[in-house]
């Protein structure tokens, strides 16, 4: 059993945590002081330095978790030998929207606070090593969609697609319908729009091809 000194520090660990993604949110990554997080938690600003060693750590803190949730089901969908290459992505497209919905708040602190290229080669933080792996897991996925060997061109292809789904992000983040609703009305919409793409991308290969021959 719990003491009442562990019970009141964790409360107060998690108490920082919150006011950390709060503050995120409402101000961006870069803006928010350890002072301010420490008034907004109402406790001192040496408190938090007994729990978290600087603000990068509170961003880990905030932030692993839910990304290795997202990372562990889309390792999960992409290794069903059930569903054809085009519906692996359709349905890690759509858990990506979900996730990102369901996090409308903080999705964009969780994946772009302290980022670096998708294409880094060595991060530093832990957390840039996560989001590159779950980028990479999209990219793995296209590669099969498009049969494609060049790497520059699946990467380019990768950002595009991904640039796709962060404006279906942009149009939908503010809407007040029920997100079970909405992604239950919207899923033909957004399966179709990776159909599209995949089309373009196809015909886009298909033309280069023609050229070189």
């Known amino acids: 059993m719990k003491s009442k000194q562990a019970e009141r520090s964790e409360e107060t660990k998690k108490q920082i945590v919150e006011s950390a993604g709060r503050l995120f949110s409402e101000k961006g990554y870069d803006s928010v002081t350890i002072r301010a997080i420490a008034k907004d938690a109402g406790c001192s600003h040496t408190t938090i330095y007994l729990y978290f060693k600087d603000k990068e750590e509170l961003l880990h803190q ?11 089901q889309f390792l999960y969908l992409s290794s069903l030998s059930t569903l054809s290459s085009e519906n692996k992505l359709k349905q890690i497209s759509l858990e ?13 602190i969780f994946f772009n606070a302290k980022s670096t290229r998708v294409d880094e080669e060595d991060p530093k933080l832990e957390i840039n ?12 996925i296209i590669r ?12 380019a292809f990768s950002r595009i697609y991904y640039f796709n789904l962060n404006g279906i992000l942009s149009t939908y983040s503010y809407q007040h319908e029920p997100l079970n609703v909405l992604m239950e009305r919207l899923t033909p919409t957004f399966n179709l729009a990776i159909e599209i793409l995949l089309i373009g991308f196809k015909e886009k290969l298909k033309r280069g091809n023609d050229n070189e021959g």
């Open 96 to 108: 990506y929207i979900h996730f990102c919905l369901q996090n409308r708040n903080l999705y964009d």
């Open 62 to 72: 905030l932030s692993m978790p839910p990304l290795q949730e997202l990372h562990e």
């Open 129 to 140: 090593r996560l989001r590159i792996e779950i980028f990479e897991i999209m990219k793995k």
């Open 144 to 155: 099969e969609c498009l049969a494609i060997s060049n790497e520059e061109q699946l990467l």
